[in-house]
């Protein structure tokens, strides 16, 4: 299947790769389909895109390689929504807010995306404790790339 993609131009894409945010994201409650692309090798983005929508794709990132000690537990319920068995199953993305140069940039700690990969299922997670984790993170690279 080819998609046209927000950053990336016309991409092949496997449709068994596609992930379903049964929820949609948050603002976004109607596009539910999504799939992700490498960006850049050495550096720990992806291309969050919708499937459905060229327009709408979002760069993200492992949250761990910016923030080494980020955690936060799931809701039974959103373990039951993504259908979580194991943790292994489970990856947890974060999506970026690129500015004009790279350390202006910032990473939504408090919405986190977290992607069963057994399953292609996935919730933005808003995390109650707010207090914790900002909205607005600056990115200062501790590790390692995002696919």
């Known amino acids: ?20 945010f049964e ?3 948050l603002g976004l409650p109607e596009y539910k389909n999504y799939i992700l692309l ?7 983005l992806a291309l969050l895109q919708s499937t459905e929508v060229a ?3 979002f760069v ?6 910016f923030k080494k000690d980020f955690e936060f537990d799931l809701s039974e319920e959103d373990i039951q929504d993504l259908k979580i ?13 690129l500015k004009e140069s790279f350390k202006d940039s910032t990473i939504n700690l408090l919405a986190p995306l977290v992607i069963n ?20 993170f600056p990115l200062q690279l501790e590790i390692g790339s995002a696919i």
Do not use: C, H, R, W
């Not at 490498?38 to 720990?44: E, F, G, R, T, Y």
């Not at 993200?60 to 390689?65: G, N, Q, R, S, V």
């Not at 068995?85 to 807010?97: L, P």
């Open 1 to 20: 299947m080819i998609i046209e993609t927000k950053l990336l131009g016309e991409v092949e894409i496997n449709e068994s790769e596609i992930i379903t």
């Open 85 to 97: 068995a194991s943790v292994e199953d489970v990856i947890t993305y974060a999506i970026v807010t």
């Open 38 to 44: 490498s960006l850049d090798i050495d550096l720990p």
């Open 117 to 136: 990969t057994k399953t292609n299922t996935a919730k933005q997670i808003v995390l109650q404790d707010n207090s914790q984790y900002s909205l607005q």
């Open 55 to 57: 327009s709408i794709g």
């Open 23 to 25: 929820q949609g994201l």
């Open 60 to 65: 993200i990132a492992f949250p761990y390689a």
